[in-house]
């Protein structure tokens, strides 16, 4: 019988965990990350363990991904989130060539060997220009909850051009547009496509390649994957597991190190 | 909990011995000498490190300081942005070079640093043209010292041999350079003590480049950046005296004794690194420990010879004088093409064995950093090796961002690391 591994992704805004037996995925949580990071990892532990009705002892090995990994004390393995998305997304998807994460405070593009192997990778730069906290506070500045703008993109008739994907003047923007009384489903669709403007170029970066595995919390906004498959022209793939393909990442990870391969 | 890379590697200097305490004692003992200097007896030349003319000065008696060397020692000892910070407010903007506002703020505000009093320029010798903000930046401590300057006008060297006309334009200025410092100095230009400093430059140079040849053993003896950096202080700063040739002798010594006794740079050596671009030398040693965690030992590196790629053969001739030292100025790192940088590293990777390159470029230059993109690129895609590209700066803090940095190398180290084990197709890792 496999040992039950515990995959953990401490995000900038959420803890991620995932509980591998096998191949199977048998329990999982999400929840928010504050000021209590340690905390916070617990929580998400014992969520997931709840969610698989396990008890914390059942729990063979636990690894920690994401910018909280080294809060993760519990642990026995820390490994990048980039190696994690890369192995998560060659585990659901395993003709992934590129992946393309979006997160709370980065967004990375990553070429994937065949084994899942991390071949190359590019990230944004050190601000929070076009990732998700980037649409969260221009929905804020629309007055929209960070789940409905993604559909609201949708119907945009009159795609707006965002010039800027820096979070502070993109919000001046927005401010700017909507005194000059325009819709706020065109002002969505525009920010939409400057982020996926800027994900393309550093997706270049790596070069693209079939298939692409889009992750990370901002692949559960519609807008966005419908705005990118139009970018690339070809299908994108998204798991409704993909914001959950770093802690599955480190999962896997912690399950080769049982195993005695590479993490 | 341990990262994939396993335990805590022991602490950075554990492997470095007399060469370093000897370097830091060359280090105070310069910066007091420099209190002391300025003036008739003891005249200050500021100059620039690539491709400087310090043979020339010192032989009619000048001290030289050189205000790039004591910007980055500012900013190793965590001085460097309230420097930067009093040049923002003199009005340099944000996007200005850091060596050049760490300098005037620095100068701005008196000159103090942690190692001594930077004495006042009695002549400014601007020796790399290459770069305009550095012109501007003499012009400026010109314009602030009243001092003299002189604009060394070097042409950008595209292939591997110059072209006499080149050597000739220079030779020219070099001569008009002399009869400048005879005036200035009264004192008569001397050809046997130009020589008898070059016989010193070119021991040191001898020295300096055998200790970075070490490189090419494996495991590596030295660690090519961190540690060069250290040791780049005597070749650049004080060349042309006893003090560096002999440095190097204690160097290359300690390094045969650390072949003997197996005392290196990390106890393992995992992944052998090329390093290019200037250093982030706020967080010099943050820096290098993101290396270390991963057993990755730099055994090559570029940087390490802004100041004379004197490794690849090149030495000061006390038998050629002028045409040597224009033949130096002309073939500085800083100076050369795309193409030729990009040559040097093709037979660095070779030469050293080189598994994985770390380019770090910086914010601060545009003229330098520019290109290593491509660099990047052209390494991975063309020379099948495995690259990770970062920025930060190499003066001013602000831009140097600990978790996104130690984030990239960790991902970088531990794709290697991965790729090593699932035995990934070469044809991918070029693709």
């Known amino acids: ?263 | 909990m341990t990262g994939a890379a396993g335990a805590a590697p022991p602490r950075e200097g554990d492997f470095l011995d007399s060469g370093r305490e000897l370097q830091r004692r060359l280090v105070e003992e310069y910066y007091r000498g420099l209190a002391e200097a300025g003036g008739p007896q003891r005249p200050v030349a500021y100059m620039l490190v690539g491709g400087n003319l310090t043979e020339i000065v010192r032989s009619f008696g000048y001290e030289v300081v050189f205000p790039e060397i004591v910007a980055l020692n500012c900013a190793i000892k965590h001085r460097s942005l309230e420097n930067i910070l009093h040049a923002e407010a003199m009005g340099y903007g944000l996007d200005v070079c850091g060596y050049v506002k760490n300098d005037l703020g620095l100068q701005d505000l008196g000159g103090s640093t942690p190692f001594g009093r930077i004495p006042r320029p009695d002549l400014l010798v601007c020796s790399f043209s290459g770069c305009y903000v550095y012109v501007k930046w003499w012009e400026a401590l010109a314009e602030s010292y009243g001092a003299p300057m002189f604009t060394y006008d070097v042409p950008y060297l595209r292939e591997e041999v110059p072209y006499k006309e080149d050597i000739q334009y220079m030779v020219a200025q070099l001569w008009e350079f002399v009869h400048q410092l005879e005036k200035r100095t009264g004192r008569a230009f001397d050809m046997e003590e130009l020589k008898r400093v070059l016989r010193e430059t070119r021991r040191a140079e001898e020295g300096w480049a055998r200790y970075l040849r070490a490189g090419r053993l494996r495991p590596s003896p030295i660690e090519a950046y961190f540690e060069a950096i250290f040791y780049m202080f005597p070749i650049n700063v004080l060349r042309g005296t006893a003090q560096a040739a002999d440095f190097y002798d204690v160097v290359n010594a300690e390094v045969e004794r650390r072949v003997r006794e197996g005392n290196l740079p990390l106890p393992e050596e995992k992944v052998r690194v090329l390093v290019e671009g200037v250093p982030p030398y706020t967080n010099y040693r943050t820096f290098w420990d993101f290396f270390r965690k991963w057993g990755a030992v730099s055994v090559v590196a570029t940087y390490p010879k802004v100041g004379g790629l004197f490794d690849r053969g090149f030495l000061h001739d006390p038998a050629r004088p002028f045409e040597s030292i224009a033949e130096y100025s002309l073939g500085a790192y800083v100076n050369q093409s795309w193409t030729l940088r990009r040559k040097l590293i093709q037979e660095y990777l070779r030469e050293y064995s080189v598994d994985a390159v770390v380019i770090h470029g910086i914010k601060s230059c545009r003229s330098f950093t520019a290109g290593q993109g491509d660099l990047r690129d052209w390494l991975i895609h063309d020379q099948g090796v495995p690259t990770l590209y970062i920025e930060s700066d190499h003066q001013d803090p602000r831009y140097f961002a600990p978790a996104q940095i130690k984030n990239r190398m960790d991902a970088f180290f531990e794709s290697l690391d991965q790729r090593r084990t699932t035995k990934a197709p070469a044809t991918e890792v070029a693709a």
């Open chain 1, 1 to 263: 019988m496999s040992a039950l591994v515990a995959g953990m992704d401490i995000g900038s805004t959420t803890a991620k965990c995932v509980l591998l037996e096998g191949k199977e995925i048998v329990g999982k949580s999400l929840s928010p990350v504050g000021v209590d990071i340690v905390k916070d990892a617990e929580v998400a532990l014992e969520l997931a363990l709840r969610d698989a009705r396990r008890e914390r002892s059942e729990a063979a090995f636990i690894a920690g991904t994401g910018y909280g990994r080294y809060k993760v004390y519990f642990g026995q393995l820390t490994v990048t989130e980039i190696s994690c998305h890369a192995r998560g997304a060659h585990f659901l998807f395993p003709g992934t060539r590129l992946v393309l994460d979006i997160g709370g405070q980065d967004t990375k593009a990553i070429r994937v060997g065949s084994s899942g192997e991390v071949i190359d990778f590019a990230m944004n730069d050190k601000c929070a220009a076009g990732t998700g906290r980037f649409l969260e506070v221009c929905a804020n500045a629309l007055g929209f909850d960070i789940g409905e703008i993604g559909p609201l993109s949708l119907q945009a008739r009159h795609p707006l051009k965002v010039t800027s994907t820096c979070t502070v003047f993109a919000e001046s923007e927005v401010t700017s547009f909507v005194s000059r009384g325009k819709e706020p489903k065109d002002i969505l669709a525009g920010l939409h496509a400057s982020i996926v403007s800027r994900s393309l170029s550093l997706m270049q970066r790596v070069g693209i390649e079939p298939e692409v595995t889009f992750t990370g919390g901002v692949s559960r906004n519609e807008g966005m994957v419908l705005a990118l498959r139009r970018r690339l022209g070809a299908p994108v793939n998204v798991s409704p597991l993909s914001q959950f393909m770093g802690a599955l990442g480190a999962a896997l990870a912690g399950q080769a190190r049982c195993e005695g391969a590479a993490a």
